[in-house]
């Protein structure tokens, strides 16, 4: 669950199942995100929400997200991320001359973007504090994972594992997506998931049912519901 405590995300994007689907996306992942359908009353909701990140699509209606970008870095200090179904370099450059921090191509993995918008934040010092399902608790900055209240003796990656699962609860993730997300690529043996993930069932399962489930042949899904 997300608070105004963790850092907040503004998405700029017209269409309307795009806007939801990033939305919903970031509020698993621990921030607080709001969504704007074009540059109406941007302003305002700058003023009022106070990001520290947006997400802008480029091919707006009225004015574009390159218009709004500049309107972006007058009034705020918040990183931005471009989204854009062109692939033409000339706007990329542009985007990344105006002040953009970074550039993502429709299509694209809502993991993919939640990684770039993680990365720009730590870049600038801001990232999720903690990330709660359940009883479960995810503090990757301090390191540390809670679960009914008892400490998870967790490794770096088993914690960067979990935070991937629970970012993703209720979806089924991949095998090759969870090697690309969480050891950062997927040329690898997918056998290193499963090692990881019988690890880390044994330590959670040690305070609570099963919430790592397998959907056989698909991957794996984090439910809190057990």
Do not use: C
């Not at 919903?24 to 359908?37: I, K």
């Not at 990365?119 to 995810?138: E, K, N, S, W």
């Not at 629970?166 to 979806?171: I, L, P």
């Amino acid at each position: 669950m997300a608070s105004m405590n963790n850092p907040r995300v503004l998405v700029v994007e017209d269409e309307t199942t795009m806007r939801t689907s990033i939305v919903r996306a970031l509020d698993r992942a621990g921030y607080t995100a709001e969504g704007l359908p074009d540059g109406t009353g941007l302003e305002d909701t700058l003023d009022g929400f106070r990001p520290d990140l947006v997400v802008l699509d480029v091919m707006l209606p009225g004015r574009d997200g390159f218009d709004l970008l500049g309107i972006v870095r007058d009034r705020t200090d918040a990183g931005i991320v471009m989204v854009t179904a062109r692939d033409a370099l000339d706007d990329r450059l542009r985007g990344l001359d105006t002040g953009a921090d970074d550039y993502v191509v429709k299509p694209f993995l809502l993991e993919e973007l939640t990684s770039r918008i993680r990365a720009v934040l730590r870049r600038r010092g801001r990232t999720p504090t903690a990330l709660t399902v359940g009883d479960l608790v995810i503090d990757e900055e301090a390191g540390v994972a809670t679960r009914a209240g008892a400490p998870l003796k967790l490794t770096a990656t088993e914690l960067r594992l979990l935070r991937y699962l629970a970012e993703q609860r209720g979806r089924t993730v991949s095998k090759n997506q969870i090697l690309t997300q969480v050891w950062g690529y997927d040329a690898y043996d997918p056998n290193l998931v499963e090692v990881h993930l019988s690890a880390l069932r044994r330590k959670l399962e040690a305070h609570g049912p099963r919430i790592v489930h397998t959907a056989r042949g698909l991957g794996y899904t984090l439910r809190s519901d057990g």
